[in-house]
């Protein structure tokens, strides 16, 4: 089933493309046309559509700027619908609108879901989207990585299980070689760290401070410094207040308010107002009482000794030299102690941490190495089966004598883990380097890909590949450009029946030149330019009926009426039709 499909592209100033739309479906469309008409811009267009490079030569003379629209269904949950909500792109009804903008000075925009992002965001979308297979954008399987990854999922549960695992472990083991390496590595800072922390708190302990004894002490010594004056203030009130002893003929305050007292209380009955002051003569009577009770005590008690004051002081300077270092006041500096005390535990405790991160590590490499081989193991049996089917797809694609092939290397390294008797560099994915190799031909070396193939084989290899691995890959939708280059006859037959397989389980577009490989599809675009030498909205239409007949017959012979091209356009529908 279809995840995902390009239903329209709209073009606008691209090359030859003045403006077009490119109306898909899902299955097999074929875009077919004359040399030169511009068939091959609708691969350049979704590759501008998908994050490919903004070359500014693309842009039609006299045009200020190329736009590339295009419209794809992604049900709610899929992997591009979900990447675009998270980029504040909105997908409504299941739809995502990608549009991309390059200008003639070279400058390029993005926007999906009517929200300007990132164009690197549309390179992401395209791995969920899109693979395009072209004579000079091949993508996707030519990947190494992408290599790997499609062998995983063609192995199935054999490799997906120990994948699992072995990530879950690489994953733990990055986590504690990074702490290990932390820890290690500072470890002189660390011990640095703890003889600063060790030195401030005996300094600490040795005072022994108390909560607020630096406010205590303060308010001690301001009063020992005063003492003569204070003594002589309170012995002055207290005589002011109840008299001196010694001149029994003075007048002070405590008489005089009694004085008062008695004369209001000879009349208080006679007025309440009277009566009410008589009553707050009375309470100062008392607190004059009080107070001088009070300033009594507070001149015995009063210690003007020198050797205090010299004791307190003494105490206030070591408390001062704790709160230069350690806090502005003496509770910060015993909050200090007690974060330096937590911080020691945990800086000599580092050494059983290192043991136990120690054996963490070779545990979890030793887990490695074993999950590394069983991995190993499963991709070598699938490897063989996926070159074997990609290799005999070859033989009907005009490539007979073509030989495919895996190569599964390691990367020798003293830091790596031990795999098979050899220390080998391990990454996310294991120990295993994937790489597609190809022989075109007996006798030739056994390359990577992209170098073993021409254009033509290239397309042809990677359709072989996306058949063999139809219904594994998640990507939705394939674009061939020039699949069936060097072509003809009933290899190009094959490759139609080939394309028409691999659309019954994705979206298949193919633009192509063969009549045999167009009788194949589903629906059929034709390309055709006006006087001027452009493409219009007019220019790219859907070929139904006589009309596909027609177009196959001018493919077939150069020539539209041609009855014997006709006949042969009739039969190749017919027999498409009945391979279907």
Request: with cysteine.
């Amino acid at each position: 089933m279809v995840v995902s499909v390009l239903e329209e592209m709209r073009i606008r100033s691209l090359g030859v493309i003045d403006d077009a739309v490119v109306e898909l479906s899902p299955g097999f469309t074929a875009v077919t046309g004359e040399t030169g008409a511009g068939k091959t811009m609708v691969v350049t267009s979704l590759g501008l559509l998908l994050g490919g490079r903004a070359d500014p030569a693309l842009v039609r003379i006299g045009a200020k700027s190329a736009v590339v629209e295009g419209r794809v269904s992604v049900p709610p949950g899929a992997p591009a619908a979900l990447r675009a909500e998270e980029a504040g792109a909105e997908c409504e009804d299941g739809t995502l609108l990608i549009s991309r903008t390059v200008s003639a000075e070279g400058r390029s925009r993005a926007h999906v879901g009517g929200r300007a992002v990132p164009v690197g965001l549309l390179a992401e979308l395209a791995d969920e989207l899109v693979a395009v297979h072209g004579q000079t954008d091949q993508q996707g399987l030519l990947r190494p990585a992408r290599q790997r990854a499609a062998l995983d999922r063609y192995a199935g549960e054999a490799v997906a299980g120990p994948l699992t695992r072995y990530t879950a472990a690489y994953r733990r083991l990055r986590a504690v070689t990074a702490e290990l390496d932390t820890i290690t590595t500072r470890a002189r800072e660390r011990a640095q760290e703890a003889d600063l922390l060790r030195f401030g708190l005996d300094e600490i302990a040795s005072v022994a401070p108390r909560a607020g004894e630096d406010v205590e002490l303060a308010a001690e010594a301001e009063r020992l410094g005063h003492a003569e004056a204070l003594s002589s203030a309170a012995s002055l009130a207290h005589t002011a207040l109840v008299g001196d002893p010694e001149d029994p003929e003075g007048v002070d305050a405590t008489t005089l308010v009694a004085g008062a007292g008695r004369a209001l209380e000879a009349v208080r009955s006679h007025d309440p107002v009277l009566a009410a002051l008589a009553d707050r003569v009375g309470e100062i009577s008392i607190l004059f009482g009080d107070v001088a009770g009070e300033l009594a005590g507070y001149a015995d008690q009063l210690d003007a000794d020198p050797r205090r004051l010299a004791v307190v002081e003494e105490r206030r300077a070591a408390l001062t030299g704790l709160i230069r270092k350690y806090g502005e006041n003496i509770d910060q500096v015993l909050g200090w102690a007690e974060d330096g005390a937590a911080r020691l535990t945990e800086l000599d405790g580092d050494d059983d941490r290192i043991d136990g991160l120690a054996g963490e590590r070779d545990a979890l490499r030793a887990e490695l190495s074993g999950l590394a081989g069983t991995l190993t193991d499963a991709r070598t049996e699938a490897a063989e089966r996926f070159a074997g089917a990609v290799t005999a797809e070859l033989a009907s694609l005009a490539m007979p004598h073509a030989r495919v092939s895996f190569a599964l290397r390691w990367t020798e390294d003293p830091e790596g883990v031990e795999v098979g008797g050899r220390t080998v560099a391990y990454g996310p994915h294991g120990v295993d380097e994937v790489e597609l190799l190809l022989a075109p031909h007996p006798g030739a070396p056994a390359r990577p890909i992209a170098k073993g193939a021409s254009g033509g084989e290239l397309s042809r290899v990677m359709l072989a590949v996306e058949v063999v691995f139809a219904g594994t890959d998640p990507v939705p939708t394939y674009l061939f450009d020039e699949v069936d280059a060097g072509v003809g006859g009933r290899a190009a037959v094959e490759i139609g029946r080939r394309l028409a397989k691999l659309a019954r389980t994705a979206q298949v577009v193919v633009v192509t030149h063969l009549p045999q490989v167009a009788a194949f599809a589903d629906r059929q675009l034709l390309v055709e330019k006006t006087n001027d030498g452009s493409v219009t909205r007019s220019g790219v239409t859907v070929l139904e009926g006589e009309d596909r007949v027609r177009e196959l017959s001018r493919m077939l012979a150069g020539q539209e009426d041609s009855q014997t091209a006709r006949a042969h356009a009739e039969e190749l529908l017919a027999a498409a039709r009945a391979d279907g």
